[in-house]
């Protein structure tokens, strides 16, 4: 069975921690925008904003791209239940893709059936240590 987490932790990490638990700053100190300004630079972006979770921040991209009632979001079948949960959050519909039985991914196929004209995204997920076909997916969307 495929484990559904596994950290690896060092004394470097556990230092951190404990640093940040002795001083006055836990959610919204100087760590987080160090943090941040880390991610943005890794990623080449302008900005990064931290969240307390992939649900927070499965809602925040919802509410970023103005998803909202009316509006219909593709999501894989298989996935945690916030990939859906995010469109619904903003009053979308979400609309379940199948996946592949030999990757247990989207199907590029699937999705392609599911557009209707009020699909306004398609949420690619990542599943099992397995990345998406995102070529095919973003060829997909292109259209």
């Known amino acids: ?8 932790i ?8 404990v640093e940040t638990l002795r001083s006055d700053w836990l959610t919204t100190g ?4 160090e943090f941040e300004r880390a991610v943005a630079e890794y990623v080449g972006a302008e900005h990064a904003v931290a969240v307390n979770s992939g649900t927070a921040a499965l809602h925040a991209m919802m509410a970023a791209l103005r998803i ?8 894989p079948a298989l996935t945690f239940a916030a990939t859906a949960n995010c469109v619904a959050y903003q009053g979308a519909t ?31 997920v990542d599943y099992a240590g397995q990345p998406c076909d995102y070529a095919a997916l ?6």
Do not use: H, W
Request: aromatic share 4%; glycine share 4%; proline share 8%.
């Open 1 to 8: 069975m495929i484990p559904y987490g596994r950290q690896t």
């Open 10 to 17: 060092d004394d470097d990490d556990v230092a951190a921690v």
């Open 30 to 33: 100087p760590k987080v925008a």
């Open 68 to 75: 909202g009632p009316g509006d219909e979001v593709i999501v």
């Open 94 to 124: 979400p609309v379940f893709a199948d996946v592949n039985s030999s990757t247990l991914l989207v199907s590029p196929q699937s999705v392609t059936d599911r557009i209707t004209e009020r699909t306004r995204a398609v949420v690619a």
């Open 138 to 143: 973003q060829a997909v969307c292109d259209r």
